[in-house]
């Protein structure tokens, strides 16, 4: 057992609840630290309450026992002597406890009142702070490149913020906690003015239950709110696997398993849940134990002491009185200790986010005014290398794009394609060489400027909760868009959905309400709605039936001379009108020329790895040559 020191007390204190506050405080815009401040007002004011409200009714009390000494009492004293009339009236004991029985009532009505309105204030504030919390650790986010995301992890980032929950009931319990605190500081500084020796030995009985109890399970509560944090990730991770992939687990039957997986994981987290969730009703029953069983103890030793038993009387009231009072706000500051500590690691986790000093109040500049794109794109002995990954993405590699040209990159999967169409977006930098636009290197001013010049198509395009119109013109999302140029861009993109619909273009679309098809046409034509100068398009085809492709092909064909394009193939089909094809292999270039050289080259080249694969499964040596042509690094 750990029972807490006493001379530590200060500093777990400190340490368990201050510290965090003045946390979480620090990044509270200033009207919410002033709505901060304003509930710890009105709980010193529900304190002094509980004060008036415990004073009062021990007045009553007196009325009810002893009416004749209660004209007498500090508290109704000022009563009689401001209006002599209602003296006179108090001289008759049944108007004296009328009296007191309104008084009582008047001030329970106030007092709970304003416990009411100081729960609800509070629980209004640590609602508005979780969320302003969970605002900043987004904005954080997404104010990093791109290319500080590739080392994080977002799904933890957006488990923290789908359980901001957790931070909210770790501050409200701490507001009912520093409430409670107020209270029991009150109750006792006025008991122990009233009855010193009682209080004392309430708060050393108190004390000593309440220091076993907090030392009993306060390692236990950090532990196991660690661990149950931990396994809320973890099930998120395994939800979204399990989410993203119903089709396999569907088509290979193994639900059975990812049902065993999911349990598995649920079961080691049974033990460390249970134990929180049970953790929080130990105060109460603690105390409760403690406070009875010293009335008991004292009752005892009076009579043993051979006390009158009017005294023996008085005495044991004022202490069921105390216990009364002061056992419940006791036991609930214990309670909400305890939740403080469970909630603490699931709570802070998103905290850490918001106040990321490497992210926090990351401002992203104003585009460059003076920056142009007049004439080509280059990459100059450019390397990159995923983070953890052992061998480099793309390595050694120099290409020119003259501005107005399309450039179709095919090669197999894992040959640097995206990695490439990620370092022309500007999206990645590269780690050894440079990437020129009219040669100059792109500094964050430059490279705003260069996103306003560049539309994007992601071969699994985003889709927000709207309108069609709204996905579409994407790049003034919250804006008002122009309706006609919209419908030109859908048009172009073959959306053919968009005008088949009743609605057509205010038609709702929600994340995974379109076809493949479909969201990457309207992924197409919110890349042409900006107008931009270049447009990649990372296998944003691949989704199309060929009809669709070759609507995209004829209009990407109009823009010729006018729009820089970069196509990573699914179909070599896609590619074959391309000024240039850039053949990629293992993160190098193998060949670079016109679609109608690269082409059967490189047809021949997957036939023939292709039959070598399949005589090698067959148990065969591999026979044939594989083409390899000199490499030509620069298009022009």
Known sequence: MNIIAPHRLPGLFYRAFVKDCQRIYRVLPKPLKFRYWLVMGVQCLS???????????SL?????????????????????????????LAREPRNLVILTSLLMIVFVAIKSTIFVYSNHRSSLLSQRISLEVSRQALQNALNQDYQDLLGSEPDALVHSILNRSNLGTFLLHNFFFQANCFSCLALFSTLAILEPKLTLITAISFGLASLF???????KLDLYGRKVQEYIVQEGHNLVAISQGFREIIIYARQK???????????????????????FTLPSQSLEVVGFGTIGLIVILMILANLPLAEIIATTSMLMLTAWRILPAVSRCLSYTVSVRSLRAQALAILELAIDQDKAQKVRPKPDPDFAFNRELTLENVAFAYPKAQDQAVKNL???????????????????????????????QPQDGRFLVDGQELSPAKKEAYYQILGYVPQNPLLVEGTLAENVAF???????????????CQEAAMTFAFDHPLGLDQPVTPGSLSGGQAQRAAIARALYPRPKIVIFDEATSALDLASENIIKNTLERFQGQLTSVIIAHRLSTVETCDALVWLEAGSIKMVGPPKEIIPLYQKNMDELSLAHARQNEGLSPSGPIIDKPKAEVIR
């Open 47 to 57: 304190a002094i309450c509980e004060i008036l409200t415990l004073l009062m009714i």
């Open 60 to 88: 009553f009390a007196l009325t009810m026992a002893a009416p004749e000494a209660a004209p007498d009492h500090f508290l109704i004293r000022p009563f009689l002597a401001y209006w002599p009339a209602l003296a006179q």
């Open 213 to 219: 109890v907090y030392g009993l399970v306060r390692q």
């Open 257 to 279: 398993t990812a049902l065993k997986h999911f349990l598995a994981l649920g079961q080691k987290a049974i033990n460390s849940k249970a134990f929180l969730n049970f953790a």
């Open 398 to 428: 120099s290409l020119t794009i003259p501005k107005g040209q399309s450039l179709g990159l095919i090669g197999q999967s894992g040959s640097g394609k995206t990695t490439l169409a990620l370092i022309l977006s500007g999206l990645i």
């Open 475 to 489: 790049s003034q999302w919250g804006e008002e868009s122009d309706r006609a140029r919209v419908m030109e861009v």
